[in-house]
Structures are given as C-alpha cells and as structure tokens.
C-alpha cells in the first residue's frame, strides 16, 4: 500500500503515516520493522534516546542491500538528544544517530525537546543521587537551530525542525532561521488536539507530527494511569465511527489526523496491528465523523507526556508546559 504523502518545504515527500518506534525494545523491533516495511510504511521515526538506532540500521541495510527497498524511497527521522545541546553537540549526535542507522543522510532531523540536560559521560538522562534529572540551564535555542542549519549544509539531513517545542520557542527559532522549520512533532490525538498549534503550524508551513496517536498505552501503563486515563480505542464515539466504516477505532482515531494533514506515526510490534495501522487510505471519514470525533478533545488536561517522569524537569528555564 502507498501511503499519502505531504510536501515538505525543500520539496521532498514526506508519508503522512509513519512508523514509531518508542517504547519498541531491541528484541521485537526486529520481526515488527521488517513487518512494518514489508506492509508498505516508508517512513521510520526514531531517536537516540528510544535506545533502538542500531537495530533500525541493520534491518534497514538489509533492506537496501538486498534491492528489495531504495534508500530514496524511505523517509527516516531522529532527533538531537537533550544532552545534546551545547556547541559540537548536534553534529557528535547526528554523526553518531548516522552510524546507528548505516546511513549517509536523514530525511529529516529534530531537537527532541526545548529542555537539555548535562552531558554525564553517555547517559542520556543523568540523575542525581535523589534521582532528579541534571538539568543545564544553558539551553541557547538559536546556537542550537544554526547547528542545525549547519547538518542541512553538510548534506547529513535533508530537512530540520523541533519537537516538544511551545508556540513561543518556535517563533523565536522561525525569527532567526534562515533554514525552514520543516517540521513540529508534538503529543497529539482524538483527546488531545492540539487545534491551535496546528493551526499556528500552518500559518508557518510547518507540517505537524503526532507522536502518540493511539493516546500511547505503553506510558499511560508505566505512569500507573491505567485506570485513570480512558482509553481511546475504547471510546464508544470511535467505536460507533468505527462499526459504520468496518474499520478499527485505531483506524479512526489515526484517519481522525491524517484527513486533516496532520503526520501520525503509531508504535505497533503486533503484525495484526501494524498492518492495520496503515490501512488507511481506502475509506473517508465524513463531515458529521469528523464533527463528533472534534468534540473528543479534552485539550491539555488530556496530555499524557508531560516530562514529569524526568523529576525535576519543570525547573528548567525552557520547560515548555
Ligand atoms: P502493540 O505494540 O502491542 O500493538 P502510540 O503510538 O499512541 O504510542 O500507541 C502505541 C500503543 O498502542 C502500543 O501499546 C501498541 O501496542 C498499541 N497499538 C498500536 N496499534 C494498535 C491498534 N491498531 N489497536 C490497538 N492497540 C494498538
């Protein structure tokens, strides 16, 4: 199945749906990646931190190596770690996420989040003894875009742009770049919206990436909210929706973004549900679908990623919540 595409601003074509890979562990990325591409995704998000590169590279060259996928054909994403933020920072990152993945270029790279902490030998998230995260409080936005810029130039990146960043943050990158902002990936579902940056997004010609499209059960769970924050798949709303197009509320709760060009890239190690998760492209919701699913939204309160599992985290000056 060929997925949708949306332009980026250097003019390359980016699948609206992609494949997440956070909280996938070494040992089933393997089985789901190769499921994964062998169902059609073209588009692979990854970052240092998910602690899953190597294993991504490997299945890719094997890929490649055996001509059954182009290097062109796919879109590959990671991002500039937080303890990645200081000068020589983004290239030692990108230099080593390129190692990683046997690639010579990405497709587009991101600063994972506004926030850094110090760089502690390669622990990527340094605590101190009451385990708070170390912090460094010297995060410079701008260095750090033009660091970007700098990979864009070399050739090691085809595309730049943020993650986890505020509408504040962002217009002050957008204000001194002289690169596009190509990209935004934000915590973004049925529950949680996010109308107004993405509106704010498409003013900027900025595509929007939703991580946790599903509403990310896996964290919900390690957050011990289980009981607390409902499910959307469970939502009788998405269910209904569901039944009258003989589809799985996944597969509305996904569709709900991409008809409105909104990029999703669910997780899934399940081959079932991998191959679901881009069955996509062959119903269209309708207005009074799309109408019902809009009055889901529970805005921030329904954010599930809040950071708050790096404890300490909100006493960084560029905390972005
Ligand atoms: P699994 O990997 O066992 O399929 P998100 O992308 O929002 O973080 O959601 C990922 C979570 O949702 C994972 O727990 C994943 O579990 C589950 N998931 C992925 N696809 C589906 C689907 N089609 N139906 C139900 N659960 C899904």
Not at 54 to 67: A, F, K, Q, T
Not at 70 to 92: A, C, Q, Y
Not at 188 to 204: A, G
Request: net charge neutral.
């Amino acid at each position: 199945m060929t997925a949708k595409t949306i332009t980026l601003p250097n003019g390359r074509n980016m699948p609206i749906l992609g494949f997440g890979t956070w909280q996938a562990t070494k040992e089933e990325l393997t089985a789901a990646l190769d499921n994964a591409l062998a169902a059609g995704y073209r588009h692979i998000d990854t970052a240092p931190v998910y602690e899953n590169e190597e294993v991504i590279g490997e299945v890719l060259e094997r890929w490649i190596h055996s001509g059954k996928i182009k290097r062109e054909d796919l879109f590959i994403v990671t991002k500039v770690p937080p303890t990645g933020h200081r000068p020589g920072g983004v290239s030692k990152w990108i230099d080593k996420s390129l190692n990683a993945l046997r690639l010579s270029y990405l497709d587009l790279y991101l600063i994972h989040t506004p926030f850094s902490f110090e760089e502690v030998g390669d622990d990527l998230h340094p605590k101190d003894e009451e385990g708070n995260i170390k912090i460094d409080t010297n995060t410079d936005h701008l260095a750090m875009w033009q660091e970007m810029e700098k990979q864009v130039a070399a050739g090691k990146t085809l595309a730049i742009g943020l993650s986890n960043f505020n509408e504040k943050q962002i217009t002050r990158v957008l204000s001194h770049a002289k690169q596009p902002v190509s990209n935004l990936q934000i915590e973004l579902h049925v529950y949680f919206q996010q109308k107004e940056m993405v509106s704010f997004c498409r003013k900027n010609n900025i595509a929007v990436t939703a991580y946790s499209p599903l509403g990310t059960r896996g964290l919900v769970k390690m957050l011990g909210q289980d009981e607390k924050i409902p499910s959307i798949m469970d939502n009788s709303v998405v269910i209904n929706i569901a039944k009258k197009h003989q589809k799985t509320s996944a597969q509305i709760a996904l569709k709900f973004l991409i008809q409105q060009n909104i990029v999703a890239i669910p997780k899934s190690t399940n081959p079932v549900r991998i191959q679901d998760n881009i069955n996509l492209f062959d119903f269209e919701l309708d207005k009074e679908d799309l109408k019902e699913l809009e009055s889901l939204d529970r805005g921030t309160a329904a954010r599930i990623c809040d950071f708050n599992f790096f404890k300490g985290i909100r006493n960084h000056p560029e905390f972005p919540f």
